[in-house]
């Protein structure tokens, strides 16, 4: 989540200091909606990743461990969607305005449809409950009954 919320706070940095610059003048209605969808995205993720930490500090020694884990995955869950859409958004905006909207819309697609493979597909592949742990070795060479998590 650290990793992701400093990621989430510099591309919103970035796109707040779009409209001071010269040539944003030049952006189409349709790029400045784009624009400020992104925006709102942006801050809402970044408010979306402070949920966990005050649900935490509210439930602490509430003996709800289990509901509280259950809403924390929900919500990294949620905010890695949104910061999907936000990579892909930024993305299609950029090649929007420095290519044309079909080449803006083609790359956000895509950059889209990659990332959901990665963070969707992949993780579901790379890992099943019924793949057994390698054993790992003691240093005297021989295997562990016991392989440490």
């Given at each position: 989540?650290?990793?992701?919320?400093?990621?989430?706070?510099?591309?919103?940095?970035?796109?707040q200091t779009?409209?001071?610059?010269?040539?944003?003048?030049?952006?189409?209605?349709?790029?400045?909606?784009?624009?400020?969808?992104?925006?709102?995205?942006?801050?809402?993720?970044?408010?979306?990743?402070l949920?966990p930490?005050?649900l935490?500090?509210?439930?602490?020694?509430?003996?709800?461990?289990?509901?509280?884990?259950?809403?924390?995955?929900?919500?990294?869950?949620?905010?890695?969607?949104?910061?999907?859409?936000?990579?892909?958004?930024?993305?299609?905006?950029i090649?929007?305005?420095?290519?044309?909207?079909?080449?803006?819309?083609?790359?956000?697609?895509?950059?889209?449809?990659?990332?959901?493979?990665?963070?969707?597909?992949?993780?579901?592949?790379?890992?099943?409950?019924?793949?057994?742990?390698?054993?790992?070795?003691?240093?005297?060479?021989?295997a562990?009954?016991?392989?440490?998590?």
């Open positions: 989540m650290r990793v992701l919320q400093t990621g989430v706070q510099i591309i919103g940095g970035f796109l779009l409209p001071f610059q010269q040539r944003f003048g030049t952006l189409t209605e349709a790029q400045k909606w784009w624009f400020l969808l992104l925006v709102v995205l942006a801050t809402m993720t970044t408010g979306l990743m949920v930490v005050s935490h500090r509210r439930l602490f020694q509430h003996h709800v461990k289990d509901r509280l884990v259950a809403a924390g995955d929900m919500i990294v869950k949620t905010v890695v969607a949104c910061v999907s859409l936000l990579i892909a958004g930024c993305a299609g905006l090649f929007s305005v420095a290519v044309d909207p079909e080449a803006g819309l083609a790359a956000g697609g895509s950059i889209l449809a990659a990332l959901a493979a990665l963070v969707l597909i992949y993780p579901l592949l790379s890992w099943s409950p019924r793949r057994k742990k390698p054993k790992r070795e003691h240093a005297s060479g021989k562990s009954k016991n392989p440490e998590p």
